[in-house]
């Protein structure tokens, strides 16, 4: 019986103390999105066309890193990209996977989205969905 109790004790205290973990890490990661956009962003970055305008963490479920993008581009260049989001979303996912920098994000099984909007012809251009099966 004693056991039985100290058993469940072990058990209650664990559940306990990972919940309260997991709790300070998604506090942790919405205070670091939030740092980072208030630091560095807006953040051009280096293809002249794209800019990083801000990061957000969402706690809900596993938690989701959202990355919003503007793209300034000429109406050549809105064309052009149309026709290749499927390779940006490649290099999206490929950049993750290597990312060095979201190693933690990772390793805590989050999500990641990168959503990007046209500034010249407005509106949503793509969103990229990416969760942890993706990219192990």
């Avoid at 300070?24 to 305008?53: H, M, N, S, V, W």
């Avoid at 290749?84 to 999500?111: F, T």
Wanted: aromatic share 12%; hydrophobic share 35%.
């Amino acid at each position: 019986m004693y056991a039985r109790v100290s058993y469940l004790l072990l058990v209650l205290t664990s559940v306990i103390l990972l919940s309260s973990c997991q709790e300070k890490k998604a506090d942790f990661f919405e205070r670091d999105a939030r740092e980072y956009t208030e630091k560095y962003c807006p953040q051009p970055c280096g293809d002249g066309i794209t800019t990083l305008d801000s990061i957000v963490y969402e706690k809900e479920g596993v938690g989701t890193l959202k990355m919003f993008y503007s793209l300034t581009m000429t109406d050549a260049e809105h064309e052009k990209m149309m026709n290749v989001l499927g390779e940006l979303g490649d290099a999206n996912l490929s950049i993750l996977r290597s990312s060095v920098i979201l190693a933690k994000h990772k390793e805590a099984g989050m999500d990641f989205k990168y959503i990007y909007y046209d500034t010249n012809h407005g509106g949503k251009v793509a969103e990229y969905h990416f969760t942890k099966k993706d990219y192990e």
